[in-house]
């Protein structure tokens, strides 16, 4: 059974940092496309960063230079690093896991940023 599993979200104040983990099981993580989208109240589900099975990354305009996608094969685990964050950064965070006739999704984690 595959499960896809975050953590790490919760209130932070403008400019701090968090780290959300995606944990998962049941899957060879290393062969899949990994990715962390946020949704925001009344907003569409957009793709915040990806990591492809070769490493390859790619970023929303809006985190470039503060967000940091990454992963660890052997923990089957991949991670957002979010630095200098911003209240439009509020939302909640999925990690998603997708290859060939395959995609698995978490549950969900709040990230808020407020004073």
């Known amino acids: 059974q595959v499960q896809v599993v975050e953590s790490g979200g919760g209130l932070v104040q403008p400019g701090g940092s968090l780290r959300l983990s995606c944990a998962t099981s049941g899957i060879i993580l290393s062969i899949y496309i990994m990715g962390w989208y946020r949704q925001a109240p009344g907003k569409q589900r957009e793709l915040v960063a990806g990591?492809?099975?070769?490493?390859?990354?790619n970023y929303a305009d809006s985190v470039k230079g503060r967000f940091t996608i990454s992963r660890d094969n052997a923990k089957n685990t991949f991670y957002l690093q979010m630095n200098s964050l911003k209240p439009e950064d509020t939302a909640v965070y999925y990690c998603n896991v997708k290859r060939v006739r395959a995609e698995y999704w978490g549950q969900g984690t709040q990230v808020t940023v407020s004073s």
């Open positions: 990591i492809t099975s070769d490493g390859t990354t």
